[in-house]
């Protein structure tokens, strides 16, 4: 019996733990995102100097100049520079455009939601088009970290983030 009871305790660990993984889908058509979130959402343009219902805290050094002419400018470098925006309420959906040819081409950018690291990575190549997520389970932290490429930093520009 003791047994029986180890595998049933196993077998609901497996689940309960396969249910705490969001099922996270990709867009790069702006259009086909919105489709998807199927609801309001705010965009958050950068005409002022702080974004309004996130904060961006920056971890690490070496980060660009923040935000001016409409647009976050940022750098990422490996895991030590990253970039985390801290969102005020629970949301299922993210998105911007990404621009990162400001520094040639670098590391790509990965996203993660929470802490669950999201399939596909954010091409060094991407040069202002919409990258975005829509995720089953409801989150409020996004962090932005250099994608796996062997370049030495990421330098990008975000601009339009949609929630």
Not at 68 to 78: F, M
Not at 132 to 161: C, K, M, Q, R
Request: proline content about 2%; charged content about 15%; aromatic content about 12%.
């Amino acid at each position: 019996m003791k047994f029986k009871a180890f595998i049933v305790a196993a077998v609901s660990a497996v689940v309960l733990s396969s249910a705490a993984q969001a099922s996270i889908t990709v867009f790069t058509d702006k259009a086909a995102w919105v489709l998807a979130v199927n609801a309001p959402f705010f965009t958050e343009t950068f005409d002022s100097a702080a974004p309004s219902g996130f904060t961006i805290v920056e971890v690490g050094s070496g980060h660009s100049s923040g935000i001016s002419d409409g647009v976050y400018n940022d750098r990422t470098v490996d895991d030590t520079t990253y970039t985390n925006y801290n969102f005020n309420s629970m949301i299922n959906a993210f998105g911007a455009n990404w621009d990162l040819s400001p520094g040639g081409e670098g590391q790509g950018l990965q996203l993660y939601v929470g802490n669950q690291k999201v399939f596909e990575e954010i091409a060094n190549t991407f040069t202002g088009g919409f990258f975005g997520i829509v995720s089953t389970n409801a989150f409020n932290l996004i962090s932005v970290h250099s994608g796996t490429i062997d370049e030495l930093a990421e330098t990008h520009t975000v601009d339009n983030v949609v929630f």
